[in-house]
C-alpha cells in the first residue's frame, strides 16, 4: 500500500491506456509500430501525466529487450556507460532498450555519447520529455528519432479512471466506497487531463473520507477540498508559458474578445501579470498600432496600475486592457514598414545620408557643389517641400502602406493634400 495508486493501477497494455487515441487507436501509426515489434528510437513530447511514461514502459516490457531505465534530471555519465557496457554482454545480445525520461535535462555531451550505439541498433532509445524536443534534443539525436506529440486528455476521457481508482480503493481497503453525485467528473475536470494526478486525487479522498469500517463516503466538498489545483499545465519558463502567450495574442489579433479574456485569465489564474502586461504593451504597438494609436498609451496606463495595485485588483485594469484591444480597429502597417526597414539595413547597401540631410560639414576642396542646400519645410505652404531624404541606392523605396483604417486614412488624405 506504500506504492501510489496511480503506480499500482498502471495500465499492462496499450488498450488499457486512457487517452492518446491519435497515437494509440486501431489503425493509427504508433500503434501500427508497436504491433510490428519493430520498436525505432523514438521521443514521446507532452504535459505530465498523459501517458507517455506508461506506454513507453509497456512496449519496454514487451520488446525482449534487455532495459535500462534513466531520468535526465539525475543521470550522470557513469550510468550511461553502464547503458553503454551492457550491449556487448550475453544479457544485451537481443539488444538494448533505454527508457530515457527527460531527456532535455542531458547535456549535449551526454546526449552525443549514446549517438553511436544508437546509430549501430546495438541501443534503442525510448525518451520523453515535456518540453519541445526541437528545442531541448540535439539535433543529431532529435534527426535520428521518430517524435510522437502525447495531447492533453480530455476530462470525459479520465472519468474512468478516476472510477475505477475508487473501485480498487474499495478493494483494497475492504470497505464500501460511496462516492457523491459529481466528485468524479470534478476531479477530473479540475487535475486538467492528468491522469496519474486525478488518480492520486481519488486515493487521498478515500484515504481522507469518513470512514465507519464498513463504509467510506467521498462528498463534493472533499473533493474540492483535495483536488490538486492542476487545471492548468503552467511554467514560466516552458512552452505552455509560451502557448498561452501566443494563444492571447492571436485572440487579440482576430479580434475574438472572449477568448483573449479567457488566456489572460490563465495568467493571472497563474500569478504571471508580468508577462501578460509585456505581451499587452507589444499586442498594442504590433496589431492595434495606428489604427487607434491612443491604445498604446491606454494600455501603458493599465499595465502601470495592475503594477501598483498587485494580485487580486490588477485583474480589473488588466481585464481593460484586454477587452480594449480586443476590439479596437487593428493595423500591423507600422509593424511591417520597420521590419522592411530593417531588412534591407541588413542586407544591402543603402549608401550614404543625402549631402543636405546631414550635419553642416565644411566642404571640402573636391566638393563639385558647396553648401548644404537643406530646404526648410516650415519656410514653405502647408509646411512641405519636396526633396529627396532616402539615399540614393534606395530613394524610391516605400516601406510604410496606410491601413485600410480610419485613422490611417485620415493620414494619407492629409499627406495627399500636403504633397500635391
Known amino acids: 500500500m506504500n ?14 491506456v486512457v487517452g492518446q487515441k491519435h497515437l494509440l487507436g486501431e489503425g493509427r501509426a504508433l500503434r501500427r509500430i508497436i504491433d510490428s515489434g519493430n520498436i525505432p528510437n523514438m521521443i514521446f513530447y507532452g504535459a505530465s501525466g498523459v501517458g507517455k511514461t506508461t506506454v513507453a514502459r509497456i ?5 525482449g529487450m534487455r532495459l535500462h531505465k534513466l531520468n535526465g534530471t539525475n543521470a550522470s555519465v557513469a550510468d550511461i556507460k553502464d547503458v553503454i557496457a551492457d550491449t556487448g554482454s550475453i544479457d544485451g545480445c537481443n539488444g538494448v532498450l533505454l527508457y530515457l525520461d527527460e531527456i532535455q535535462y542531458l547535456n549535449k555531451k551526454q546526449q552525443q555519447s549514446l549517438l553511436e550505439y544508437i546509430e549501430n541498433g546495438q541501443i534503442t532509445l525510448i525518451a520523453s520529455t515535456t518540453e519541445n524536443p526541437y528545442f ?14 502525447f495531447k492533453a486528455v480530455t476530462a470525459e476521457d479520465v472519468i474512468p479512471a478516476v472510477n475505477r481508482a475508487f473501485a480498487i480503493m474499495a478493494e483494497e481497503t475492504g470497505v464500501k466506497v460511496r462516492v457523491a453525485k459529481g466528485v468524479a467528473e470534478y476531479i477530473a475536470r479540475g487535475c486538467g487531463g492528468d491522469v496519474r494526478k486525478s488518480v492520486s486525487t481519488a486515493e487521498l479522498c478515500v484515504l481522507g473520507a469518513y470512514n465507519d469500517g464498513v463504509t467510506a ?10 483536488t490538486q489545483r492542476s487545471n492548468m499545465h503552467y511554467d514560466r519558463d516552458g512552452d505552455y508559458h509560451y502557448d498561452i502567450l501566443s494563444a492571447l495574442q492571436k485572440s487579440i489579433r482576430g479580434s475574438d474578445e472572449n477568448a483573449a479574456i479567457h488566456y489572460a485569465a490563465r495568467l493571472i489564474e497563474a500569478g504571471d501579470i508580468i508577462s501578460l502586461s509585456r505581451r499587452l504593451l507589444v499586442i498594442a504597438a504590433e496589431d492595434v498600432g495606428l489604427a487607434y494609436p491612443q491604445a498604446i498609451p491606454i494600455v501603458k496606463a493599465c499595465v502601470d496600475s495592475a503594477m501598483q495595485l498587485g494580485l487580486p485588483e490588477a485583474r480589473i485594469p ?41 550635419n553642416k560639414h565644411c566642404d571640402g576642396e573636391d566638393a563639385e557643389i558647396k553648401g548644404q542646400h537643406y530646404l526648410y519645410p516650415h519656410d514653405y ?3 512641405y517641400v519636396k526633396q529627396q531624404y532616402l539615399p540614393d541606392p534606395i530613394k524610391d523605396k516605400v516601406y510604410y502602406n496606410f491601413g485600410d483604417n480610419k485613422a490611417e486614412q485620415a493620414a494619407l488624405m492629409y499627406s495627399k493634400k500636403i504633397k500635391g
Open 3 to 16: 506504492t501510489p495508486l496511480a503506480d499500482r493501477i498502471r495500465p499492462q497494455t496499450i488498450d488499457e
Open 136 to 149: 531541448y534534443v540535439y539535433n543529431a539525436i532529435l534527426s535520428r528519432c521518430a517524435v510522437f506529440e
Open 381 to 383: 505652404p502647408n509646411h
Open 318 to 358: 488588466l481585464a481593460n486592457a484586454v477587452i480594449l484591444l480586443a476590439t479596437a480597429p487593428k493595423s500591423n502597417s507600422a509593424y511591417l514598414a520597420m521590419d522592411s526597414a530593417l531588412d534591407d539595413v541588413r542586407n544591402i547597401e543603402c549608401g550614404d545620408f543625402p549631402r543636405h540631410l546631414q
Open 59 to 63: 512496449i519496454a516490457k514487451n520488446s
Open 217 to 226: 463516503s467521498v462528498t463534493l466538498e472533499e473533493a474540492k477540498e483535495l
